[in-house]
């Protein structure tokens, strides 16, 4: 029985990965709030889906908007292909403060 439902948890978080993926490969969309995923991917906590969002390849995003960098609008994902230019510019505190060695710490 704890294998069945080992498989079962295992399939249901494959399907998940693979319906994020085509979430974030729509052509129409560049990245996708997080609220947007998680209505459509219901029964994950926030951990959960940020996890599964990694696996597909997904990154997260800062809006550039400053009207959306709080709320609902400003946690945006997108696969890192279709986002190397947002990837490349980020100025993050991590980003900010790395200088290709380890990470300094405040």
């Known amino acids: ?34 609220e947007a995923i998680k209505y459509r991917l219901p029964g994950f906590t926030d951990d959960e889906l940020r996890k599964l969002l990694i696996r597909a390849g997904a990154v997260r995003i800062r809006s550039t908007d400053p009207d959306l960098q709080t709320g609902p609008y400003a946690e945006l994902w997108g696969l890192v292909k279709k986002n190397r230019e947002a990837i490349d510019t980020d100025d993050s505190p991590s980003a900010v403060e790395w200088n290709g060695g380890p990470p300094t710490m405040p």
């Open 1 to 34: 029985m704890a294998v069945y439902l080992a498989r079962l948890k295992l399939r249901t978080e494959y399907r998940a990965e693979a319906a994020i993926n085509h979430l974030l490969r729509h052509e129409q969309f560049q990245r996708r709030t997080f």
